[in-house]
């Protein structure tokens, strides 16, 4: 079986799809709900659990001028979005507040349909934070396989893993 592996914006991979120009793409929500939804694609496999069985999606990047600026906004926001992910994941997988998740989400997200919100999958988000050193080796040595990333070009992904705001957001929070 042969793969032309194209790299291509969320966006346009729903525009591919309408114009027959691609088979298959790797898509994240909300495009994962829309292309069926509008007859576009069908959901024939989830990056996670099939391919990743604990795959996340999801990561908090800081810039280094904020990390150096703003030490201490840098610290409480990422206890604020620590809240924020385990708020939203309890809303996504015990109901608990959903209706108002939702609301919020409708209000500052692009996809303003609060009954979409039904069918969307929660992003692989992690309670406590952490980023998966393994995925994004994982996935940048398919990049390279594919030649999208040059072997001399790889990224030292245990380079730009840091925790040590997580770890100081999880000795305020708790883990989970």
Known sequence: MDIDVVEMGFPDMLTAFANKAIDAAVLTEPFSTIAPA??????????????YPDY????????????????EAAKRF??????????YMDASD???????VVQILAKYTAVKDPAMYDNMRVAGFNRNGYVSVESLTNDQEFYVAEGVIKPDEKADIGKMVDHSYLENALNILGKQ
């Open 38 to 51: 509008r007859g576009l694609a069908v959901d024939w496999k989830r990056v996670h659990p099939y391919f």
């Open 56 to 71: 996340k999606n999801s990561a908090l990047v800081y810039s280094p001028q904020f990390i150096q600026s703003q030490s």
């Open 78 to 87: 990422l206890i604020a979005y620590l809240r924020g992910v385990r708020a």
């Open 94 to 100: 015990k109901q608990i507040g959903w209706n108002e």
